[in-house]
């Protein structure tokens, strides 16, 4: 009988997930999946109800999806004017477009008090961001804070530049404590590209600005970086758990696979490589399967661990190119003989190709980029 290798020690380290420190009700993770509620709920109580919500869902109705425009979850509507309005932040002249569209700004905040309140609420709270590595699990829905986000800054423009500046810094100071406990890959890249946005608002005010006490206190909010903002561990760290504990699922407690189950791994193999799951399987490649895949897991797991390690200490490096699946012999399945005995490749390439990661490290990387820049 064939022996499955030992964890490695790759795998060991990433599979120490970080503990939940935070009272849910104080956790600023929960009122950002509730902020779109109806006024009159509390958007902590809510967020926490919809993220327990999907765990049950998840868990007793194998549903992977959630949805977030269900009326009862999102009472609250976005016009698409405003979010194409509030990119005026992204201008070099930010401050005057503020000032020339100020009737429009206040209508928008009056009409949106409620998420500008819950906004303010969030700049003021911890965050720490709750994942369960054995289901997959919500994000919050970032179009309502990232409007607010705007709508709050633009705000504080409309009157003396140092009201403007308080919102600055308040915000900045947030969403950096985002990307430092963000533990997903989205989390992270939308606290990026908020910090990002922030910064590219003073180094347009360092250039118009004359007053050197103001020019000091610009100065102050483009600190660069800490290490443990700009660290992918977390998130890599929380893609590779997920992807993991997906795989083991299948497998777990058992020392054979038997052949209704086999069956069943062959049409969702034959489902994802497109092709027809009612045709006929080779019993002989049926029989092999049940022999190789339970012993195949952890040197699977072992793979997938060296791969990610490998990705958080380029990403973690300022320069490095990041490394590819197929260096670590996981090249994109073709045939649903691939997806069941090439399992890492179908783990990270899937029909659709592997992800593309350079993206996501790009954004964390230019936001790191613009506060150097700004710094100096």
């Known amino acids: 009988m064939a022996v499955d290798d030992r964890p490695s020690e790759a795998y060991q380290l990433l599979s120490q997930s970080p503990p939940r420190t935070l009272d849910p009700t104080k956790n600023a993770y929960f009122l950002l999946q509730g902020f779109g509620v109806k006024q009159e709920e509390d958007p902590i109580r809510a967020g926490y109800r919809m993220w327990q919500a999907f765990r049950t869902q998840r868990q007793d109705h194998n549903n992977w999806q959630f949805d977030y425009d269900t009326k009862s979850l999102?009472?609250?509507?976005?016009?698409?004017?405003l979010d194409v309005r509030t990119d005026w932040i992204q201008e070099d002249d930010a401050i005057e477009r503020f000032r020339s569209g100020r009737d429009r700004l206040r209508s928008w905040s009056d009409e949106h008090a409620v998420l500008l309140r819950r906004y303010e609420m969030f700049l003021g709270m911890p965050f720490e961001e709750w994942v369960d590595h054995h289901v997959l699990f919500p994000y919050p829905n970032f179009s309502y804070p990232f409007i607010a986000h705007r709508l709050y800054i633009a705000g504080g423009f409309l009157g003396e530049i140092g009201d403007g500046l308080d919102r600055l810094e308040r915000d900045l100071a947030a969403w950096r404590r985002v990307l430092a406990n963000a533990r997903t890959v989205l989390t992270k890249v939308i606290a990026a590209r908020i910090?990002?946005?922030d910064l590219q608002l003073v180094?347009?005010?360092r250039r118009h600005e004359s007053e050197e006490r103001r020019l000091s206190r610009l100065g102050r909010l483009v600190q660069p970086l800490t290490p443990r903002e700009r660290s992918m561990r977390l998130p890599f760290q929380t893609e590779f758990l997920t992807t993991a504990?997906?795989?083991r699922s299948i497998h777990d407690s058992k020392e054979e696979v038997d052949e209704a189950e086999l069956e069943f791994l062959w049409k969702l193999a034959k489902v994802l490589a497109k092709e027809n799951p009612d045709t006929h399987t080779d019993p002989d490649r049926l029989r092999t399967a049940?022999?190789?895949v339970p012993f195949q897991i952890q040197k699977t797991l072992n793979t997938l661990a060296r791969y990610y390690e490998a990705l958080v200490e380029a990403a973690d490096s300022s320069n490095s190119t990041l490394p590819s699946?197929?260096?670590?012999?996981?090249?994109?399945?073709k045939s649903s003989y691939d997806f069941l005995f090439n399992p890492v490749g179908k783990m990270l390439q899937g029909a659709h190709g592997a992800p593309r990661w350079e993206a996501f490290v790009k954004e964390i990387r230019k936001a790191d980029a613009h506060l150097r820049a700004a710094s100096l």
Do not use: D, F, H
């Open 325 to 333: 699946a197929e260096a670590y012999g996981m090249r994109p399945p």
């Open 245 to 247: 504990s997906l795989w």
């Open 195 to 197: 910090v990002s946005e």
């Open 203 to 205: 180094q347009s005010l």
């Open 74 to 81: 999102s009472e609250l509507q976005l016009p698409k004017e």
């Open 290 to 292: 049940t022999i190789i």
